[in-house]
C-alpha cells in the first residue's frame, strides 16, 4: 500500500453533488449543519474555480425555496422537493429516498446525455441516491462517509441512542457501490476497510481544509472588547452543535470541578457554548442549560447562538483555549479553525482530532471522557500561561497545513482515478 496517485490525466467537465439532508446553504451550528456543510461549499467553490462545473443536489426544506440557486461561479444548488418541507427529522429520511432519487433523476434527464461525468456523495443518504443515479447514468460514484454508524456505536456517549442497523446496512451498500471512497483521515480509511470490508486500493486520504484567509490569528483583546468579555477572564470555548455526540457536558462538568478545586477562579471563569441543538439533542433543547444550573456555575456560561465564520473568528480569537470533547469526529473542523486563529485546542483523543490537533504541540488530546481529567489538563493551561503561548504558536503552525486548496487537489485527483477505473492504492501511513 505505497503506491503513489498518478498525475491526473483529465478532470470532469461537470459532477454532481449530493447533499440531501442538509443544504449547503444552511448555517453550520445547529439542526444537522455542521462541518460537512462547509466541507461542501469550500470544496464545491474551488472545484468550480477550477474549471469542473458543480451542482449539488438537496432537500427542499420550504416552498419558498427556489428550485435552483447560484452559490458561486459555476456552483449550482438544486432543491429537490421530497416529503414535507418542515418537520422532517433525520431519521425519517430513508422513506423519502425514492422521491429524492427521483427528483435527482429528471433533472439529469431534462439535459443532454452524458451531462454529469461523476457523482459526489456524501453522508449515507446521499450515497443510497448516488448509488442509483450512478447505475442509471453509467457514471462512477465517490462517497465520503463523514461519519459512520459502526464507528459511532462502538463510541457512543452515555444515554445516546445507537446508530440503527437500516443505517449500518445502507452504508455497507454504499461502500460496497462506490467507484471510490474519500476517508479525511488515515483513521478514517483504517475503518472503512476494517469495518465495512473497503477495498483498500479504493480508499482514498483527503484531508478536509480551512480558511486561512478567514481564520486568523488576530488582537484577543480586541475580540474580547467587541464581545464583550472582561480582560483578565479566563474563557474556554466550545463550539459546534448541543448534542451527546459533541460532549459539551463534559466541558461544563469539567468547568464545575475546576470551581470546586480553585473556588478564586468564579470571578474570571466564562464559559462559552455557541450552537444549538441537533441530533438527538432536540429531544431535550434544554438540557446544558438545566445542566449549568444543576451544577451551580450558570453564572460563568454564556450560550451563544451560531454565527457567521467572522463571527466564529472572534470567539477563537477571545478564548484562551477551545474545548473540543466529542465522543466521535471524523475530523473536527473546530479544532483546525480554532489553531488557525492561535487558539490552543483541548480535545478527546478520537478519530479525527488525532490528525486535526498535533499532541502537545498545537493542544492537548484527552484519553477518555472524564471530566476529571479535562479539569486537570485545562486548569494545568490555564496556570502556565507560557505554556499557552508556546501550544498557539504551536497550533498556527498545525493549522497552515490544512488549507483546502490541497484538500480540492486531491478530490479531483480521486474524480481523476474514479473515471479512469485506476485502482491505485493509497499509502495509509503517509495519510494519502
Known sequence: MTAQRPLRTHAPSRIAVLS????PLDQPGTGDAGGMNVYVVETAKRIAAAGTAVEIFTRATSSDLPPAIELAPGVLVRHVTAGPYEGLLKADLPGQLCAVTSGVMRVEAAHPEGWFDLIHSHYWLSGQVGWLASERWGVPLVHSMHTMAKVKNLELALGDTPEPMVRVIG???????????????ADEARQLIDLYGAHPGAVDVVHPGVDLEQFTPGDPSAARRRLG???DAVVLLFVGRIQPLKAPDILLRAAARMLETDPGLRSRLIVVVCGGPSGTGLERPTSLTDLAAELGIADVVRFEPPGDRAMLAEWYRSADITVVPSYSESFGLVAVEAQACGTPVVAAAVG?????VLHETSGVLVEGHDPRDYATVLSSLIARPERLAELASGARMH?????????TTGLLDTYAMAMSGNPAQISLAAGG
Do not use: D, K, P, Y
Not at 440531501?20 to 443544504?23: D, G, K, N, Q, Y
Open 20 to 23: 440531501i439532508h442538509t443544504s
Open 229 to 231: 468579555l472582561e480582560q
Open 399 to 407: 493549522a497552515a497545513s490544512f488549507g483546502w486548496a490541497a484538500t
Open 352 to 356: 479525527g482530532l488525532r490528525t486535526a
Open 171 to 185: 452504508e455497507e451498500q454504499v461502500v460496497a457501490a462506490a467507484a471510490r471512497l474519500v476517508a479525511n483521515t
